[in-house]
């Protein structure tokens, strides 16, 4: 049965169907519970955002705040992972992946290789992406790219609330280390999704818009974007095709190149920085693998090269717009 | 040499005795000159007492480093104020060389003189207790006055193995401590610089302890004890702290004083002995699953333990005692040392008069009496 | 006559003599296998430290998981993993613990418990704790153990680790392998308070220190600490005073070190001399136990190696393996 709630309460319900499914699932992460040890309410915040309000009072013994001390914990979930547990820890800014990226990259990611099959850690790590709230340099970065780089990570980063359950229950369930990539600009958008435990699988990208002449990729906040343009060029009897990557690792190129197989023209739009990013991963798979389909130039449409800034005018600039998407694409014709 | 400030000293100290009288404090200091080339105090200060294993068995604290530091600071700081121009120090890795270095640099960049002169014996660091042996001896060689000890009982014990007639000052830093008193270090400090400059007595100054001697096979091996030797049944050394209560036969001790924690406190607690009484105590153990006759003892910090006595008897001095267990281990001051077996004869013995200590108390209570710290700050002695 | 006066029965004591001596003739043929060139990348002997894995180890049941140091061979061996798998991992081999995939400093066996030893310092101990946290919620008694060198121990995640293992009440226990030497540094220059003990108490938990070349001390403290962390009691840190014999790896040149100092420790520091001391002089192993046991040892090594060399290397299909559980 499906209503209507948040990207924010899609992820909760989440979390909690599947921690009364699996008693193995844990969730950690600072102020996840919010007020553990202080004399007011227990569960006070449910995480900085509010997204894990609740847990606390269903599943007492599977939700534990931490310390301020991020390669410790992240590091524990992974150790625990590889013991059997099932942790989804929240690394609260993808920004503060600095802080505890050698327990992700180095350890996490390789342990099955290194360790020639044996392990296995199913760990996720949901964290915060993105801009648009003014949090400034250090606090909104899209970081995918990083992620998305080292084999043996898995990076999911949905774009609406079916999506965020969705792919979030099938993280939970998958045996691999994945980084839930949740945009901070989108928990309080709005959407239909069901009541009942679903999964989304992974590398199964979503086509959001037929329309055949050029193709649109995009993934997180910058789908709604890519939406926003598709409807102004329509209005100039352009029709494009939008994709939803929502996986970056494992990424659907074949969704993506049989569209652009059939436009012939591309466009990537992404907020993260344009050096290697998942536009130039994207970009560069397309042009080697369906040149010969391409009528125009690839267009990115991306944050610049620089990092957040913090006034308005400035992250308004930073960030894509739709009009940017609408442009790129009329560079294509 | 003769010296009509002595003269003066000597009778207003007479005179303080026979008649109490307001004190002038601006009367002159009363300082002595003494004959000697350097006044020279030595301190061994062991950075790993109280890291054993009864951190997790019992209760017992640790005191860092760095406290540590503070606490040579303190006794270097009082024996400079009482004249004392040179320390030598034990050398060690254990960080408290290098914590002291730091604050005396800062010290002399004020330009403050709160602090003598502070030089390391010239002996190996290897980590482990030779290293204490070590640089005893080369304080003794170099004629110190005084060694003061931060440490536990074994740590004193190994001082005490070495020093000879030098008199020891302990100063409680490790888990058993039954031996150094438990005291303010600055007076402990103020008692050595007084005692150390000859300002005091020695006859006050200083007082002559009792000790074990633990000999095996007529002195094939050998060691001393300071405060307890306790047979056990167990056989092996281990992580050599010992705690385990049931396996104690015999225990042999130089004092037994109620206030304090560890082996010595079983004696303690059936029959005090002070540390000037004559003789010490021999206490039959047994175990206390098979025996009527339990005691409740504190054996540990926070550790309070059953063990079986059987008897106890006065220990006569001089004589030497067979050990009744035919194998076992025996413990000194609370470390387990030495293994034996049926084949071996141990015979334990206690001494009197065998060494000397520091009594800081009576040091204290004379310089008080006498007013030996009124007046300006005492001179450095010597050059 | 040959009462035995050890908390452990002959055929244990001969176990760990044999536990130990293993992990001695790994590392000394490993050295002499690596100066041959036919072994791959960087190698990390535990050579001299025998006393502290096997002292440890002993107390380990077959839940209770490790994680280990770049120094992690002894770690293995004394943890239960396959010699002849390592030896064979060690040599890029395909039969190796890991496939030939991790190779020597990243050597690992899940399902003994022994987690990996591990190419970043420090990296072990988040792993350990989130090891002992997966116990709590088994509830089983199970406990983890960290690895540390006195180097990594100043790294922040084992930091950290103290502070989060005595928060969150962890059955860990962290062990530092302190051999004096981080690489080329001295410990006493490198780690400020000079002192693990010191804090471990700054981070809430009881800290012990004892001497890591003799076996029945280290035996004994880890006994206790270990019972206390499987009752419930929290963290404690074990600190292992020891020697390494051999480099930081294989090829430093230990210049660093003062002339003389490693023919001194062999000789006067060898925990493997002073075990068969002690249990010989006790009368419960004999000489003549011992060197049975040598041979079978020296016998096990040589065939760990021949298996090894005459082992076939991963093909192409081995390398794309693996990467994920599926993708």
């Known amino acids: 049965m499906a209503r209507t709630i948040s990207f924010k309460e899609a992820i909760n319900e989440a979390l909690d169907q599947e921690m009364t499914r699996d008693p193995s699932v844990i969730v950690m992460g600072e102020d996840s519970i919010g007020g553990t040890g202080s004399p007011g309410e227990d569960d006070a915040w449910g995480g900085p955002m509010g997204v894990t309000k609740g847990l606390y009072g269903k599943h007492g013994n599977q939700i534990m705040d931490t310390p301020l001390s991020e390669s410790a914990y992240v590091g524990a979930a992974i150790g625990a992972a590889a013991c059997g547990m099932r942790p989804v820890a929240e690394l609260m800014f993808i920004d503060f992946m600095g802080v ?144 939803d990557l929502r996986t970056l690792s494992p990424i659907d190129m074949e969704t993506v190149l049989e569209s652009v197989e059939n436009t012939g023209r591309l466009v990537v739009v992404d907020e993260a920085n344009p050096r290697c990013s998942i536009a130039t991963d994207v970009s560069a798979q397309v042009a080697q693998q369906a040149f010969k389909s391409l009528k125009a130039q690839i267009e990115m449409v991306t944050a610049p090269h620089t990092p957040v800034p913090f006034a308005s005018t400035l992250e308004d600039l930073y960030i894509p717009s739709n009009d940017s998407v609408a442009i790129a694409v009329r560079k294509t014709l | 040499m003769f010296d009509f400030r002595f003269v003066v000293w000597t009778l207003c100290t007479l005179t303080i005795k026979c008649k109490p009288s307001p004190v002038n404090l601006s009367s002159k200091q009363h300082s002595l000159s003494i004959n000697s080339s350097t006044i020279s105090v030595g301190i061994v200060a062991n950075p790993v007492s109280a890291r054993d294993i009864r951190r997790v068995i019992a209760n017992a604290t640790s005191l860092q480093v760095s406290d540590r530091a503070n606490i040579v600071m303190c006794v270097l700081a009082a024996v400079r104020a009482c004249g004392v121009k040179r320390v030598l120090m034990m050398p060690e890795n254990g960080g408290i060389r290098s914590l002291l270095k730091r604050g005396l640099q800062r010290e002399q960049k004020l330009c403050d003189n709160r602090f003598p002169e502070l030089e390391m014996t010239d002996t190996q660091i290897s980590g482990t207790v030779d290293d204490t042996f070590a640089a005893t001896q080369a304080m003794v ?43 303010e270090p600055t007076i402990t400090g103020l008692a050595v610089g007084l005692a150390a400059t000859g300002r005091i007595p020695e006859s006050v100054a200083f007082t002559l302890n009792k000790l074990l001697c633990v000999k095996i096979n007529d002195g094939e091996r050998s060691d001393i004890a300071l405060v307890d030797v306790v047979v056990s049944t167990e056989r092996y050394i281990g992580a050599r702290a010992l705690w385990r209560t049931d396996n104690l036969r015999e225990i042999f001790v130089t004092f037994a004083d109620p206030e304090v924690i560890g082996m010595s406190a079983i004696a303690g607690l059936l029959e005090p002995v002070s540390r000037n009484d004559f003789g010490g105590l021999h206490v039959l153990l047994d175990d206390p699953e098979v025996t009527e006759n339990l005691l409740q003892v504190p054996i540990a910090p926070g550790l309070i333990s059953t063990v079986g006595v059987q008897s106890w008897q006065q220990l006569e001095p001089g004589i030497p005692f067979t050990l009744r267990q035919s194998s076992g281990i ?40 006498h007013r030996l710290l009124v007046g300006a700050p005492l001179e450095l002695l010597a050059t | 006559m040959s009462d035995n006066p050890f908390p452990l029965s002959r055929d244990e004591l001969l176990n760990i003599y044999q536990t130990m001596r293993t992990i001695r003739e790994f590392e000394e043929r490993v050295h002499v296998e690596f100066s041959r060139g036919d072994i791959p990348g960087f190698v990390h002997l535990y050579a001299g430290e025998e006393a502290s894995a096997t002292g440890i180890m002993t107390h380990l049941r077959k839940d209770d998981r490790i994680a280990s140091t770049h120094r992690g061979h002894g ?69 983890a153990i960290s690895f540390v060198g006195d180097g990594a121990s100043n790294q922040g995640t084992f930091l950290e680790s103290l502070n989060l293992a005595s928060i969150w009440n962890l059955p860990v226990v962290f062990v530092v392998e ?49 019972r206390r962390a499987r009752e419930g009691g929290g963290p404690s840190l074990l600190e292992c005073k020891m020697i390494r014999f051999f480099g930081h790896f294989e090829g430093d040149m230990q210049t660093y070190r003062a002339e003389g100092e490693v023919d001194d420790i062999r000789a006067k520091r060898d925990c493997l001399k002073s075990f068969s001391k002690t249990v010989t002089a006790a009368g419960v192993l004999s000489q003549e136990d011992l060197e049975a046991c040598d041979m079978d040892v020296l016998s096990l090594i040589e065939e760990a190696v021949s298996s090894a060399l005459a082992a076939e290397l991963p093909i192409e299909a081995d390398l794309l393996t693996d990467v994920y559980v599926n993708y």
């Open chain 3, 178 to 226: 302190n051999n004096g030497y981080a690489e080329a540094t001295s410990v006493d220059w490198a780690v400020a308070c000079d002192s693990y003990v010191d804090r471990a108490s700054g981070f809430g938990m009881p800290g012990v220190t004892v001497d890591g070349t003799d076996f029945f001390a280290v035996y004994e403290a880890a006994g206790e600490i270990i």
């Open chain 2, 141 to 183: 060689d170099s004629g110190v006055k005084a060694i003061v000890v931060l440490g536990g009982d074994g740590t004193h014990r190994a001082v005490a193995k070495v020093c000879g007639q030098v008199p020891i000052a302990g100063i409680s830093t490790g888990t058993n401590n039954a031996f150094p008193e438990h005291r």
């Open chain 1, 100 to 243: 505890c990226f050698d327990q992700i990259y180095n350890q996490a990611a390789k342990f099955k290789y290194m360790f020639g099959g044996k392990a296995e850690t199913p760990v996720v790590i949901r964290t915060m992406v993105g801009a648009g709230i003014n949090a400034a340099a250090q606090h909104s970065q899209m970081l995918t790219a990083i992620f998305t780089h080292i084999p043996g990570l898995k990076v999911v980063c949905p774009s609406n609330p079916y999506d965020a359950k969705g792919l979030l229950i099938q993280s939970i369930r998958d045996n691999d280390p994945v980084i839930f990539c949740e945009h901070k600009s989108l928990y309080g958008v709005e959407g239909e999704v069901s009541e009942e435990s679903y999964v989304i699988p992974f590398a199964e990208a979503n086509v959001m818009r037929d329309g055949g002449d050029v193709t649109i990729v995009a993934y997180g906040m910058m789908v709604g974007k890519a939406m926003d343009a598709a409807e102004t060029l329509a209005k100039e009897g352009v029709e494009c095709d939008v994709i």
């Open chain 2, 330 to 369: 025996i413990a000194l001051d609370g470390e387990r040392e030495l293994e034996f077996g049926p084949e071996d004869t141990v015979q334990v013995t206690l001494y009197e008069k065998a060494f000397r200590t520091v009594n800081v108390g009576a040091c204290m209570r004379h310089t008080g009496q």
């Open chain 3, 75 to 143: 770690h293995c061996i004394a943890k239960g993993v396959d010699v002849k798998g390592m030896m064979a991992e060690i040599f890029g081999k395909k039969t190796g613990v890991c496939g030939g995939k991790g190779g020597s400093m990243h050597i690992a066996d899940l399902d003994k418990g022994m987690m990996g030893a591990n190419g970043i310092l420090g990296a072990g101990a988040p792993l350990a704790c989130g090891a002992a946290l997966a116990a709590k919620y088994r509830d089983k008694g199970d406990i």
